[in-house]
C-alpha cells in the first residue's frame, strides 16, 4: 500500500503553490485580516474559481473535474501552507460534500455546477454557541417547510449564498438547506481569532429550507470526510511554520553564534518535526481511507484531526517562540499561522470531541474483531 502522491500529484501539488505563492503571499493575508469586513479575499476566491479547484472532487455529470480526493488533499495542503483567506473550506469541504451525499437530483444539478465554477459560496451552520451540541439540545427548528432559529458561530457565514443547516424536527434531527440571500434570514458578522474566515451569527425565522436526506448519519459522514480534508490543511500549516521558524533560527544571531545552533532551539524545532510526521501519516492514512471509500474512514478521520490539530498548535506556538520578541507583534507573519491552527482546531468541533471520537470507534473496531 503506497502513502504518497503519485507523480501526476506532485505535479498538481507543485504548481498550485507556485500559483499561490504568486497571488495569495503573506501580505495578502494581512489585508485580509485588517478589514474583516470582507470576510475574505474576493480577488483570490475568483483566481481559485478560474483555476477549477473547487470542482477538483465533484464528478464531470455536476460542473466538476473529477480528479479525485487524494487531489483536493493536496490542494488543500498548498491552501494551507499559505493561509489562503478564502471559503475554500466552507464551500468544497462541508457545503458540497453535504449535497454530494445527502442532497436530490434536483438540488445537485443546481447547485454543484456553481460550487464547481466558484460562482457559489456554501457553508454548514451546526453551533448554536458555546458547548457540545447533542441532538436533545437543537434548538433550530424545522416545520411545515420554513426553519427557524439562530446558529453561532457559522464559518463564512457572512460570506456565504447557501448554507446547510443542522435542525430538528417531528421526524428527528437533520440537515436542511438554505438560502441564505432569501426572506427570513438575517446575518451579523462575529469577532473570531481568525478573521480572515469570517465568522457569523445567522438568525433563521420561518426561512424557506429544503431537507437533505440523511439526518445525523449524514452529518458524521460530512465531518469525516471534512477532517481529513482540514488535517491537510492543518499539515500544510505546521510545514510552513517548521520552515519559517527554521530560517529564522538560521539568520538570527546571539552572542555571535546563530539561534539555532543552541539545544533549547534544536529541540523545539525537532519537536515540531516529529509531530508533523506524525500527522502526515495519519493524514495520509485518512486520504487512502477517503479516496477509497473504505471502512477505517471513521477512524481514520478521526486520527488525522487528532493528529493535524495538535501538530499546527505546536507549530505555530513554537514558530512564535522561536522567533522571540518580534514573534508577538503584529508586525510579524507569525500570529497569521497561530490564529489559523486555533480556527481549524475548533471548526469541526474541540480536539477532546474528536479524541473521543477515536476512542469510541477503536472499541467499536476491537469488539467487531473479537466477535469475528
Same mark, same amino acid.
Given at each position: 500500500? /503506497? ?21 495569495? %503571499? ?9 478589514? $474583516? ?78 460550487? !464547481? ?12 454557541? %458555546? ?12 416545520? /411545515? ?27 428527528? %434531527? ?33 426561512? $424557506? !429550507? ?20 482540514? !488535517? ?25 553564534? $546563530? ?22 501519516? /495519519? ?90
Amino acid at each position: 500500500m /503506497n502513502f504518497d502522491y503519485t507523480d501526476d500529484q506532485k505535479a498538481l501539488k507543485d504548481e498550485a503553490r507556485r500559483f499561490l505563492s504568486a497571488v495569495s %503571499p503573506l501580505s495578502v493575508v494581512r489585508a485580509a485580516l485588517e478589514n $474583516p469586513h470582507a470576510g475574505y479575499d474576493h480577488a483570490l476566491w475568483q483566481r481559485i474559481g478560474e483555476q477549477g479547484w473547487c470542482g477538483a472532487a465533484i464528478p464531470e455529470e455536476f460542473g466538476g473535474i473529477g480528479m479525485g480526493y487524494v487531489e483536493l488533499c493536496a490542494l488543500a495542503e498548498e491552501l494551507g501552507r499559505a493561509v489562503a483567506p478564502v471559503p475554500f473550506a466552507s464551500t468544497v469541504y462541508l457545503f458540497a460534500e453535504a449535497l454530494l451525499l445527502g442532497g436530490s437530483g434536483t438540488q445537485k444539478a443546481e447547485l454543484l455546477p456553481q460550487v !464547481a465554477r466558484g460562482a457559489l459560496i456554501g457553508t454548514l451552520a451546526v453551533s448554536e454557541g %458555546p458547548g457540545v451540541l447533542v441532538p436533545e439540545r437543537i434548538a433550530t427548528r424545522f416545520a /411545515n417547510g420554513v426553519l427557524t432559529g439562530t446558529k453561532l458561530p457559522v464559518t463564512d457565514g457572512l460570506a456565504a449564498d447557501r448554507a446547510v443547516v443542522l435542525a430538528t424536527s417531528d421526524d428527528g %434531527p437533520g440537515l436542511y438547506l438554505v438560502d441564505l440571500t432569501g426572506a427570513g434570514v438575517e446575518r451579523r458578522l462575529v469577532s473570531t481569532i481568525d478573521p480572515t474566515r469570517g465568522a457569523a451569527e445567522i438568525v433563521f425565522r420561518e426561512a $424557506p !429550507a429544503e431537507p437533505l436526506t440523511g439526518g445525523l448519519d449524514l452529518l458524521a459522514q460530512v465531518q469525516d470526510r471534512a477532517a481529513v480534508l482540514l !488535517a491537510f490543511e492543518q499539515l500544510g500549516g505546521a510545514d510552513r511554520c517548521l520552515e519559517m521558524a527554521r530560517d529564522y533560527a538560521l539568520e538570527r544571531y546571539a552572542f555571535g553564534r $546563530p539561534i539555532g545552533s543552541y539545544q533549547a532551539i534544536k529541540h523545539k524545532l525537532a519537536d515540531v518535526f516529529v509531530r508533523n510526521e506524525v500527522a502526515r501519516a /495519519n493524514a495520509y492514512y485518512g486520504a487512502w481511507a477517503l479516496s477509497t471509500d473504505a471502512p477505517e474512514l471513521p477512524l481514520a478521520a478521526a486520527a488525522a484531526r487528532v493528529a493535524g490539530s495538535a501538530a499546527y498548535l505546536l507549530a505555530a506556538r513554537e514558530n512564535i517562540q522561536t522567533h522571540g520578541g518580534i514573534g508577538f507583534t503584529w508586525e510579524a507573519d507569525c500570529h497569521f499561522f497561530y490564529r489559523r491552527a486555533r480556527h481549524l482546531g475548533l471548526i469541526l468541533g474541540a480536539p477532546r470531541d474528536w479524541k473521543r471520537r477515536v476512542a469510541d470507534r477503536l472499541e467499536h473496531k476491537l469488539a467487531l474483531e473479537s466477535a469475528a
